[in-house]
């Protein structure tokens, strides 16, 4: 007797549901185990020791706390059945995935204290895959907790994390070392950000939170990071529904997007929750060829444009003809030189390639006295744009 159950369906390779036996070790081939309530395995790393390389692990719903670190070292796809809850707490890492070609799907996955230097997944093999995962903690902005979801460790290829959603953690990832794979369809909320250290990930497809629950950035390239990946910044930014990424191999470093609001009491650092609040900041902050959102507002500023860019009002999109304009973000000189001898301008593009649209020019600034008349108007700027 073999104190167990096995059964093979007539097919290329068997699905085998293999309950807790050691007797059913003569099996040969793929085989599928189950964990969950007895007799079947009653925990997830029972079944990873009985299991061979090619197996799947089959995890049925309910709660899993760990105790100790999962250690994931074998070439196993663990699916979760109607999404099991894996729980973690302490530091360090949670579950630990060693071995090339392994696979992590459909778990929900929560951490649930406040320990610091928690990794919940260790990627540290070749080939792994993470997809259809819901992993999230506790961390709250502000708070000084080093909280992730996953540490890649250096020198992976063939990588694969898609389709995860990932909140409330400090970061989504932390990628070192020179680590490509791909990272796509993910939805990352509450967060600071993916943090690319010196990794070569391929972003694609990404959403990420708005308002009070957007991240503080998506995705950050440390200045370790080397000069020849992410060479274009905007077009990562395009092709992850326009994330908000920001270059720190620059200095100072770059925002793929940068928003301004002169009603902020305070200049922040240029994300849609908080704004530059001058148009200079934002030019000084975007990375070359991204964009710069002004809200509507005085802003009294004299401008250099010396990058490729995009800088957009408020009524970027309407025509200034024929279309009704809302709020205007209304440009005045910030000093009075209207003599052509010298010519004040107040926007100078010195670079190809920069779009400005939506805004309203206004050479006479009020609080400014040049004492040249135009149709009656004291005017302090020669030319708008030059």
Same mark, same amino acid.
């Given at each position: 007797? =073999? $104190?167990?159950?096995?059964?093979?369906?007539?097919?290329?390779?068997?699905?085998?549901?293999?309950?807790?036996?050691?007797?059913? &070790? #003569?099996?040969?081939?793929?085989?599928?185990?189950?964990?969950?309530?007895?007799?079947?395995?009653?925990?997830?790393?029972?079944?990873?020791?009985?299991?061979?390389?090619?197996? %799947?692990?089959?995890?049925? &719903?309910?709660?899993?706390?760990?105790?100790?670190?999962?250690?994931?070292?074998?070439? !196993?796809?663990?699916?979760?059945?109607?999404?099991?809850?894996?729980?973690?707490? $302490?530091?360090?890492?949670?579950?630990?995935?060693?071995?090339?070609?392994?696979?992590?799907?459909? #778990?929900?996955?929560?951490?649930?204290?406040?320990?610091?230097?928690?990794?919940?997944?260790?990627?540290?093999?070749?080939?792994?895959?993470?997809?259809?995962?819901?992993?999230?903690?506790?961390?709250?902005?502000?708070? &000084?907790?080093?909280? /992730?979801?996953?540490?890649?460790?250096?020198?992976?290829?063939?990588?694969?994390?898609?389709?995860?959603?990932?909140?409330?953690? /400090?970061?989504?990832?932390?990628?070192?070392?020179?680590?490509?794979?791909?990272?796509?369809?993910?939805?990352?909320?509450?967060?600071? $950000?993916?943090?690319?250290?010196?990794?070569?990930?391929?972003?694609?497809?990404?959403?990420?939170?708005?308002?009070?629950?957007?991240?503080?950035?998506?995705?950050?390239?440390?200045?370790?990071?080397?000069?020849? +990946?992410?060479?274009?910044?905007?077009?990562?930014?395009?092709?992850?529904?326009?994330?908000?990424?920001?270059?720190?191999?620059?200095?100072?470093?770059?925002?793929?997007?940068?928003?301004?609001?002169?009603? !902020?009491?305070?200049?922040?650092?240029? %994300?849609?929750?908080?704004?530059?609040?001058?148009?200079?900041?934002?030019?000084? /902050?975007?990375?070359? $060829?991204?964009? !710069? +959102?002004?809200?509507?507002?005085?802003?009294?500023?004299? =401008?250099?444009?010396?990058?490729?860019?995009? =800088?957009?009002?408020?009524?970027?999109?309407?025509?200034?003809?024929?279309?009704?304009?809302?709020?205007?973000?209304?440009? =005045?000189?910030?000093?009075?030189?209207?003599?052509?001898?010298?010519?004040?301008?107040?926007?100078?593009?010195?670079?190809?390639?920069?779009?400005?649209?939506?805004?309203?020019?206004?050479?006479?600034?009020?609080?400014?006295?040049?004492?040249?008349?135009?149709?009656?108007?004291?005017?302090?700027?020669?030319?708008?744009?030059?």
């Amino acid at each position: 007797a =073999l $104190g167990g159950t096995a059964t093979q369906p007539a097919q290329d390779l068997p699905t085998i549901r293999i309950y807790n036996s050691p007797a059913a &070790s #003569f099996l040969t081939g793929p085989k599928t185990l189950q964990v969950g309530a007895a007799p079947l395995f009653t925990t997830i790393q029972e079944a990873i020791d009985a299991a061979s390389a090619g197996d %799947t692990i089959n995890v049925t &719903s309910g709660t899993y706390i760990l105790t100790e670190t999962l250690r994931v070292n074998k070439d !196993v796809t663990l699916v979760g059945i109607d999404h099991p809850l894996i729980q973690v707490s $302490g530091t360090g890492y949670k579950i630990s995935m060693t071995a090339a070609g392994a696979t992590l799907q459909g #778990f929900w996955i929560e951490s649930t204290d406040k320990a610091d230097q928690q990794a919940i997944i260790y990627v540290a093999a070749s080939n792994l895959t993470i997809q259809d995962n819901k992993i999230w903690g506790t961390y709250v902005f502000g708070e &000084s907790q080093v909280s /992730r979801a996953m540490v890649f460790t250096g020198g992976l290829s063939g990588l694969t994390i898609v389709n995860n959603e990932i909140y409330d953690l /400090r970061q989504p990832g932390y990628i070192s070392g020179v680590t490509t794979g791909t990272i796509s369809n993910n939805f990352v909320y509450r967060t600071r $950000g993916w943090v690319v250290e010196q990794g070569n990930m391929t972003f694609t497809g990404n959403t990420w939170g708005s308002g009070v629950d957007a991240n503080v950035f998506d995705i950050a390239i440390l200045a370790t990071g080397s000069p020849t +990946y992410y060479t274009d910044v905007p077009a990562l930014s395009e092709a992850n529904n326009n994330a908000s990424i920001e270059d720190q191999r620059t200095s100072p470093a770059t925002l793929s997007i940068v928003y301004v609001d002169a009603s !902020v009491t305070a200049s922040g650092t240029g %994300t849609q929750n908080s704004p530059k609040k001058t148009i200079t900041e934002g030019i000084t /902050r975007v990375v070359a $060829g991204g964009t !710069v +959102y002004v809200a509507a507002g005085t802003y009294v500023e004299d =401008l250099t444009i010396d990058k490729a860019m995009t =800088l957009l009002g408020p009524n970027a999109e309407i025509d200034p003809n024929t279309g009704v304009r809302g709020d205007e973000a209304i440009l =005045l000189p910030a000093t009075s030189n209207p003599d052509p001898d010298v010519c004040s301008v107040m926007a100078y593009i010195s670079v190809s390639d920069v779009t400005v649209k939506g805004f309203t020019f206004n050479g006479d600034n009020p609080a400014l006295t040049s004492g040249i008349l135009i149709n009656g108007v004291d005017v302090d700027a020669c030319e708008h744009i030059a």
